[in-house]
């Protein structure tokens, strides 16, 4: 069974930073994508970072130059650093997983979220 696990959630300050982790209950390298979304009260799910198996990353304009993905392959880990924190930031936070599940399909991942707060 695959699970993700976030953490690192909490109070933020603007202008502070936060660390996300998102421990997976497999090689990360078995998904093609793993990445993090955010939800804000009221507002769509968006995504706000994604790396590929191939470490090619992507981020949203809002966030892109303040957050940062990574990964440490070693430890089936997912980092979400968030620097230059705005209140606008303030939402759940989930981490996700892509891998293909079989007959050309593929299934995607999600961790229970955890909650970020910026403060101004």
């Known amino acids: 069974q695959v699970q993700l696990v976030e953490s690192g959630g909490g109070l933020g300050q603007a202008g502070g930073s936060l660390r996300l982790s998102c421990v997976a209950s497999?090689?990360?390298?078995?998904?093609?994508?793993m990445g993090w979304y955010r939800q804000a009260p009221g507002k769509q799910r968006e995504l706000v970072a994604a790396v590929t198996s191939g470490g090619v990353r992507n981020y949203a304009s809002s966030v892109n130059g303040r957050f940062t993905i990574s990964r440490d392959i070693a430890k089936n880990t997912v980092y979400l650093q968030m620097n230059s924190l705005k209140p606008e930031d303030t939402a759940v936070y989930y981490c996700t997983g892509t891998r293909a599940s079989g007959s050309g399909s593929s299934a995607t991942y999600w961790g229970q979220g955890t909650q970020v707060t910026v403060s101004s």
């Open positions: 497999m090689r990360i390298f078995s998904f093609n994508t």
